[in-house]
């Protein structure tokens, strides 16, 4: 389990295809102190590591994984957002992320509003993921509060410590996120349709 509170920034320095499979090679700040087999959340989608040399760890991600995420789409040099799982003995920050994104969105417009930016969203309806307002979203792995929240659309707002220390700053307009929608809502979801 994550809680969405962004832990550091890496950088992919390998994508070696396997069959269906790709398995990606990173770089990060607690490389070091990583270990085989742990959770780790990239653009919030929980990988395991599978290798460690050096400065550098590998995790492999699945087709149906490649298909259902942006994670097919990073290229040498891309950054990604990384958490490691929480500890059962640590504060609780952000909200309940599973690291198992439902869906990608579309960014679709940034605004910088003097030192603080909102970034609008578009998802499409077929999943029939819903946000409410000032509930909870996890774009790339990053615990966020929704508001303007209408159909398939959203609007976060972004401080300067999420802006420099996430992939935010690296955004466009037309870029592919990660979208994890609140497990709460998830579940008063599936029972009304019971």
Same mark, same amino acid.
């Given at each position: 389990?994550? /809680?969405?509170?962004?832990?550091? &920034?890496?950088?992919? *320095?390998?994508?070696? #295809?396997?069959?269906?499979? @790709?398995?990606?090679?990173?770089? !990060?700040?607690?490389?070091?102190?990583?270990? @085989?087999?742990? %959770?780790?959340?990239?653009?919030?989608? !929980?990988?395991? &590591?599978?290798?460690?040399? $050096?400065?550098?760890?590998?995790?492999?991600? @699945?087709?149906? =994984?490649?298909?259902? =995420?942006?994670? +097919?789409?990073?290229?040498?040099?891309?950054?990604?957002?990384?958490?490691? !799982?929480? #500890?059962?003995? +640590?504060?609780?920050? $952000?909200?309940?992320?599973? +690291?198992?994104?439902?869906?990608?969105?579309?960014?679709?417009?940034? /605004?910088?509003?003097?030192?603080?930016?909102?970034?609008?969203?578009?998802?499409?309806?077929?999943?029939?993921?819903? =946000?409410?307002?000032?509930?909870? @979203?996890?774009?790339? $792995?990053?615990?966020? =509060?929704?508001?303007? %929240?209408?159909?398939?659309?959203?609007?976060?707002?972004?401080? #300067?410590?999420?802006?420099?220390?996430?992939?935010?700053?690296?955004?466009?307009?037309?870029?592919?996120?990660?979208?994890?929608?609140?497990?709460? $809502?998830?579940?008063?979801? *599936?029972?009304?349709?019971?």
């Amino acid at each position: 389990m994550f /809680t969405g509170i962004v832990e550091a &920034v890496g950088e992919l *320095k390998n994508i070696k #295809p396997e069959g269906t499979n @790709i398995t990606f090679t990173f770089t !990060c700040p607690f490389t070091n102190e990583l270990k @085989i087999d742990q %959770s780790l959340a990239h653009n919030g989608v !929980c990988l395991t &590591v599978i290798d460690i040399q $050096g400065n550098e760890y590998s995790v492999t991600a @699945i087709d149906e =994984t490649l298909q259902k =995420t942006n994670l +097919g789409k990073l290229q040498i040099g891309s950054k990604v957002n990384l958490e490691r !799982c929480m #500890p059962a003995h +640590g504060r609780f920050d $952000g909200h309940i992320v599973q +690291g198992h994104v439902d869906q990608t969105g579309v960014v679709t417009a940034i /605004t910088e509003q003097d030192g603080s930016w909102l970034f609008d969203f578009e998802y499409s309806p077929d999943e029939q993921n819903v =946000t409410v307002e000032k509930g909870s @979203i996890c774009i790339n $792995g990053t615990s966020l =509060t929704v508001f303007n %929240s209408g159909i398939n659309t959203f609007r976060v707002a972004i401080i #300067p410590y999420t802006y420099e220390n996430t992939v935010f700053h690296t955004f466009k307009v037309g870029d592919v996120v990660n979208l994890e929608f609140d497990i709460v $809502g998830k579940y008063i979801k *599936k029972m009304l349709k019971m």
